[in-house]
């Protein structure tokens, strides 16, 4: 008569005499189901794409396998795929041919340049999705910095977040709804606040990388850009990565310059800072489960290691239970096929 899930209730034993067993609410999947704390969504998820020249053109990046540089026209397909999968969001980044790079990134602001021209097509073309647009020097600068570099090879701020604040004006003006700057410059979450609202862009939102540390997980993104630096490291921008009272700061500052949503970046290395900043702020708080997550679940399960797609859940379940609202990730589609529904 007894089922598999069934318990004994009449068990005469000699039971031990506990106040409490956990296992009653663990015994059934529906139970499982009825007191999971948190749910993964699909509406929590952001998908970074990588746009690059030319037509009919897709490459695989090799250190981050399933993923994609595709030109223009193919771009826009994926767009209407991801959103078709319930993907409320992309987030793009612009691979830039080494001819257009100089040392003042000048390319980033070219009305007529490759995100500009690749944000206007997707609003044409799938008009509904939440268009977020990188701004930062990096894939635009001949040395690979997100800032403007001095002849002693120091980070210049406050010339950098001019140039910042004229890449975030364009970007708005091609009709990206989120403008997000992951570059870690001082002072420039307000800079672009002030100039988006003088220009009369006042419902285009930013999206701040407000905790983004110097990491080494961000290797294969470099790679799919071709954008590592060409001298030095980015420590003297990005957050030491032993650092978590500063990254309460940085969020307090970006807030106040008004900022509409905060991410922490990388994810899974910086749980404690996203729970952190999510006990700080009301504001929706975002992290990115960045390209060397990404590649360290794929190599492991190409080599039968793990189960991939457990993995992938439970590692973004671990992000959202951390306090994260939106994630990030290069999974996204993968998840989306993999969740019940929207
Ligand atoms: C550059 C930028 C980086 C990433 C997003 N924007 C790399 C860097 O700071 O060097 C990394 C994303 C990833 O690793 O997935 N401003």
Redesign the pocket.
């Known amino acids: 008569m007894s089922s598999k899930n069934s318990v004994s209730h009449h068990s005469k034993s000699t039971n031990l005499l506990l106040p409490n067993r956990p296992r009653r609410l663990r015994r059934t999947p529906a139970m499982r189901r009825m007191v999971r704390e948190t749910q993964l969504s699909v509406n929590d998820l952001i998908y970074?794409l990588f746009v690059m020249e030319g037509e009919s053109h897709q490459q695989e990046i090799i250190s981050m396998p399933g993923c994609y540089r595709y030109s223009g026209d193919l771009l826009l397909k994926e767009v209407e795929n991801v959103f078709e999968l319930g993907i409320n969001a992309i987030a793009l980044?612009p691979v830039i041919p080494e001819d257009k790079k100089d040392a003042t990134a000048t390319e980033s602001y070219n009305p007529d340049g490759l995100v500009q021209r690749t944000v206007k097509a997707i609003r044409q073309a799938v008009p509904e999705i939440v268009v977020i647009t990188?701004v930062?020097l990096?894939p635009f600068s001949s040395h690979g910095h997100?800032g403007i570099v001095s002849e002693d090879g120091i980070i210049l701020n406050d010339p950098t977040v001019d140039v910042l604040v004229k890449m975030a004006l364009s970007q708005a003006n091609a009709g990206a709804d989120l403008v997000a700057p992951?570059?870690m410059m001082d002072g420039r979450v307000g800079a672009i606040r002030q100039a988006l609202d003088a220009e009369g862009y006042v419902d285009v939102g930013i999206l701040a990388y407000s905790a983004?540390y110097a990491s080494a997980?961000?290797g294969?993104?470099?790679d799919a850009l071709d954008?590592a630096p060409k001298f030095g490291d980015?420590k003297t921008y990005?957050m030491d990565s032993a650092n978590a009272k500063e990254a309460l700061k940085e969020i307090a500052l970006d807030i106040a310059e008004g900022a509409d949503v905060l991410m922490i970046?990388p994810a899974l290395a910086y749980l404690d800072i996203i729970q952190q900043v999510r006990n700080a702020t009301q504001l929706p708080v975002a992290a990115?489960n960045?390209?060397?997550e990404?590649a360290m679940i794929k190599a492991a399960s190409q080599r039968g290691w793990i189960d991939e797609k457990s993995v992938i859940l439970e590692t973004l379940t671990s992000i959202k239970r951390a306090g994260a609202d939106l994630i990030l990730t290069y999974f996204a589609k993968d998840v989306a096929l993999m969740l019940p529904g929207t």
């Open positions: 970074p980044f990188d930062a990096d997100d992951s570059d983004k997980y961000y294969p993104f470099r954008s980015k990005q970046k990115y960045v390209s060397g990404y």
